[in-house]
C-alpha cells in the first residue's frame, strides 16, 4: 500500500466503496474497447500461499519487458484502466519509491506492479465468511475476467499480462482449466521458514485502522493480517487446523492444506508449475529455465534472501505436522521448474 493522502483516501472510498460504481466503470470500458478476449495469450499468474517470493517473482518479471501488469498507479481506477491513466496524467506531488508496510526490504512506487485484481473478484466473485474454499468459478466471470485483462493490455499496448494472486486458491482450478495457454507458478519455501513468516506478517498487520481494513478487503488481501481468512480444502476445520492464528503450528496447518491442494491441482493442469523459493535464490539455473519457459528474459535474475527467521525461537512445534509439511516439500522440490542449488 502507497502512503495516501487524505484527499487519495476520499478518491478510493468514492471509486471503492460501492460495487455498482465499479461495475458501471468495467462495462463502460468493455464497451469502449469492444473487443474480444485472445485465447491464445500466454499470460503468467503467480498463485499460492504469500511469504513465498512472490513479489520478487512478480518485479523480476514485470522487469523485463515482457508484460503488462496492474501498478499502484491505477488505484482507485483498476476496473477503467483509461480512466486510471488519465488520472496519472493529472499534476501531482512525487511519491519516491520505499520500503513497503511488510518491513521486508522490498520498495515499492507509483510504477509498481501489485496484486490489484482482486478487486475484480471482490466485485464480481466475493467469497464471505471466516475461510477461503475451492469453488467453481461461473463462466460468465470468468468471460469477464478474461476481459478485464484485455482492457488492460489493450490500454497498455501490450501482448501478455502478469498477475499475483496469493491466497486466491479458490479459483485457481478453474482459471487454470480456462487460461490453458497460460503459465500458472505456484511459488513455495521451507515450511518453517515460510510459517514464520506467515505468523510475523500476521501479527504486523492485526492492528489495522478502518481505512486500511476496507483497502486490503477491496484489494482481497486476506493472507494475514485483521483481515485473515484460513484456507481450507474441508468445510469442516479438524484436528491440528484449529490452532489459533497466534500459534505457528497454525501457519505450518495452512502451508500443508494450501499446497497439499495445490499439488493436487498441479496433476490436473499442466500449465500449473510449482516454483521453489529457495531455487530462486540460490540457483542461476532456476531463472534460466525460467526464461525459456515463459519465453522471456530472466537470465541474468536473481534475489536475496533478506529475512531467514531464527527457527530456534519457533517454539513448541506439532512433530507429527512438521513432518508432514517437510515430506510435502521435498515432493514438492521434486517436482519444481528445474534449478536445483
Known amino acids: 500500500m502507497i502512503r495516501q493522502t487524505f484527499l487519495d483516501q476520499v478518491l478510493h472510498r468514492l471509486a471503492l466503496e460501492s460495487r455498482v460504481f465499479r461495475r458501471f466503470w468495467f462495462r463502460r470500458e468493455c464497451e469502449r474497447n469492444g473487443s474480444a478476449f485472445d485465447p491464445q495469450r500466454q499470460n503468467v499468474f503467480i498463485a499460492g500461499l504469500a511469504r513465498a517470493g512472490s513479489t520478487a517473482l512478480l518485479d523480476t518479471l514485470y522487469n523485463s519487458g515482457g508484460f503488462a501488469s496492474t501498478t499502484y498507479a491505477m488505484m482507485p481506477f483498476v476496473m477503467a484502466p483509461s480512466i486510471a491513466r488519465l488520472i496519472a496524467r493529472l499534476p501531482r506531488a512525487a511519491v519516491a519509491p520505499a520500503e513497503r508496510a511488510h518491513g521486508d526490504a522490498i520498495e515499492v512506487g507509483l510504477d509498481s506492479p501489485e496484486a490489484l485484481d482482486g478487486v475484480f473478484w471482490n466485485t464480481f466473485f466475493a467469497q464471505d465468511g471466516d ?200 515432493r514438492l522440490a521434486q517436482q519444481t521448474l528445474s534449478g536445483s542449488a
Open 131 to 330: 475461510s477461503i474454499q475451492p469453488r467453481d468459478v461461473p463462466p460468465g466471470i470468468l468471460r469477464e475476467y478474461a476481459m478485464f485483462i484485455e482492457n488492460l493490455l489493450l490500454d497498455a499496448d501490450a501482448g501478455r499480462y502478469l498477475s499475483k494472486m496469493n491466497q486466491g486458491l479458490d479459483r485457481l482450478g478453474s482459471l487454470a482449466a480456462y487460461f490453458e495457454q497460460s503459465v500458472f507458478l505456484v511459488p513455495f519455501r521451507d515450511p518453517l521458514q515460510q510459517a514464520l513468516s506467515l505468523k510475523r506478517q500476521h501479527e504486523h498487520f492485526s492492528h489495522l485502522s478502518g481505512y486500511e481494513k476496507k483497502y486490503f478487503d477491496w484489494l482481497e488481501h486476506h493472507e494475514f493480517g485483521a483481515l485473515h481468512r484460513r484456507f481450507s480444502a474441508e468445510t469442516v476445520p479438524t484436528g491440528p487446523a484449529a490452532y489459533a492464528a497466534s500459534d505457528l503450528n497454525y501457519w505450518l496447518r495452512q502451508w500443508y492444506d494450501g499446497y497439499t491442494y495445490l499439488s493436487k491441482l498441479a496433476g490436473l493442469y499442466p500449465n500449473l508449475l510449482a516454483v521453489c523459493y529457495e531455487h530462486m535464490a540460490q540457483s542461476q539455473s532456476f531463472w534460466d529455465n525460467l526464461s525459456q519457459r515463459l519465453k522471456v528474459d530472466v537470465s541474468g535474475a536473481g534475489f536475496v534472501d533478506r529475512k531467514r527467521a531464527d527457527v530456534t525461537s519457533a517454539g513448541d512445534i506439532d512433530d507429527a505436522l512438521y513432518r508432514d509439511c517437510q515430506s510435502l516439500y521435498q
